[in-house]
């Protein structure tokens, strides 16, 4: 009997464990459709969790015309969030998409709240719902939340300058010191973050007093346990396709264990019945689904999608040469069958005002480049194709451009060509035409090209190479 009493004693006065589940994840991009199988995993979850914390990694609207072109843009996107159970999210790049207002609006649309430390506004926008930083208390454990959003070598995140309109931004390493210390007496510190996978490895180097990273932007696929300085880093790539479950083991308020499973939506075997109705609800708009063009060979690059583009503002335009950024072509996959405006919402979601230069052969050269830098990748174009070499700085170099009619390049000469506004006010490169609107859209200019060639065939087409 007194054995049994000792064993009892020891037992009640062994170090007592605790667990945090968290799971989160990124690039949503309003793929809505996902959502009732998303929603019903999570569900799963949270009857074997259910102190369980669901986090996005921004990027929550555009890509999806249902919800981005809905009579209150984004909205549909909020109230799913809502009915899945979030509890918090970061901004994205895209949640300025439409402007400081609509962002506003998603911010009254939504029951939780968002943290992002290196952003302020304007006190005129008077954005509810925000915070650097946020805490949770879950079994015992303070749990401290910073949000993060990558800026670009303008100092804004990826989006059109014009949606800044009273947001501020600072690089996170900035700031994250004094939020740091300020969390410090919590048994666990994230960061939810929208910089990318590569910053976020850099920011692990640089703040080991994190305990995790719930990245986004980079759209990196994270499948197995990754740790940088002892901070675990993860990713569920995009589009509502994964989910990553992190699970925090503690011993007496002591981190002693964390660990992550990606898990797939796409293979979850159920679905939720109220998010399936509202998804069936929002999809029922007949707009969406009018043919606009046949689609006769299929399609399984960004490039050829590009040139699509690029053949569009071109022809309607009557310019010499058509470019777009890689960035702007939001799908790379396109299946032989009838092609809807929902497609090419969906392709071009951000519908941009079409801009005209005169730019030399030489600026033009430097376009290429600084698309190569600020967009990650060879700009996509009409009226020429070209070759190009990456240096050892990861730069392109040796740019060899030929005109659609089979000549070269000439450096010297004026060119008129074609962009969208977000490349005419991102790009760094040196030129003296300053651009001139079309006052058209993207958007518009490909629905009148597709009812002036209404069977499309670039399923083979490629304008540029890498040698």
């Not at 029951?111 to 879950?138: G, I, K, W």
């Not at 992190?246 to 679905?271: C, H, R």
Request: aromatic share 10%.
């Amino acid at each position: 009997m007194a054995a049994c009493v000792a064993t009892l004693f020891l037992s009640a006065c062994g170090p007592k464990e605790q667990k945090i589940y968290i799971v989160s994840t990124n690039d949503m991009h309003a793929n809505i459709d996902n959502f009732p199988q998303m929603a019903a995993l999570i569900d799963s979850l949270r009857t074997v969790h259910p102190d369980l914390l669901v986090f996005g990694a921004g990027d929550n609207r555009s890509g999806n015309p249902i919800n981005d072109r809905y009579a209150e843009p984004a909205k549909p996107m909020y109230m799913l969030m809502n009915e899945v159970g979030f509890n918090l999210s970061c901004f994205g790049n895209h949640e300025w998409d439409g402007g400081p207002i609509a962002l506003r609006n998603a911010l009254g649309w939504a029951n939780f709240p968002f943290v992002c430390a290196n952003v302020t506004f304007d006190d005129t926008l008077q954005m509810p719902n925000v915070y650097p930083y946020t805490v949770f208390e879950r079994n015992g454990l303070k749990i401290g939340v910073i949000g993060a959003i990558q800026l670009g070598e303008n100092g804004l995140p990826d989006f059109h300058p014009k949606n800044a309109n009273g947001s501020h931004f600072v690089p996170i390493g900035e700031v994250l010191p004094q939020y740091l210390d300020k969390l410090s007496n919590c048994n666990a510190i994230f960061l939810l973050s929208h910089c990318g996978y590569e910053a976020d490895r850099e920011t692990a180097e640089h703040f080991p007093q994190l305990t995790a990273i719930f990245g986004g932007h980079s759209h990196t696929r994270v499948a197995e346990r990754q740790l940088v300085n002892n901070v675990m880093i993860t990713q569920a790539e995009a589009k509502v396709k994964f989910l990553t479950l992190s699970t925090f083991t503690f011993l007496d308020g002591k981190l002693v264990d964390k660990n992550m499973q990606l898990l797939s939506i796409k293979d979850f075997p159920k679905s939720n019945e109220i998010v399936a109705s509202m998804v069936k609800d929002y999809n029922s708009d007949p707009y969406f689904s009018t043919v606009v063009a046949q689609n006769l060979t299929p399609v399984e690059s960004y490039e050829s999608l590009g040139c699509l583009m690029t053949d569009a503002i071109r022809e309607l335009s009557g310019a010499d040469m058509a470019f777009q950024n890689p960035g702007g072509v939001r799908f790379d996959t396109l299946s032989a069958r009838p092609v809807t405006i929902k497609d090419i919402f969906a392709l071009d979601p951000f519908d941009n005002e079409i801009i005209q230069f005169t730019l030399s052969g030489q600026e033009i050269i430097d376009l290429m480049k600084s698309c190569f830098v600020t967009d990650h990748g060879p700009i996509y174009c009409s009226g020429c194709s070209y070759t190009y070499k990456v240096d050892d700085n990861g730069e392109m170099s040796d740019v060899k451009v030929k005109l659609a009619n089979g000549k070269p390049l000439d450096l010297k000469a004026k060119y008129n060509i074609v962009m969208n506004s977000y490349m005419s006010s991102v790009f760094d490169y040196e030129h003296e035409d300053a651009g001139t609107s079309t006052f058209r859209s993207s958007n518009d200019m490909m629905l009148e090209f597709l009812s002036l060639h209404p069977e499309l065939d670039y399923g083979k087409v490629s304008r540029v190479t890498e040698e």
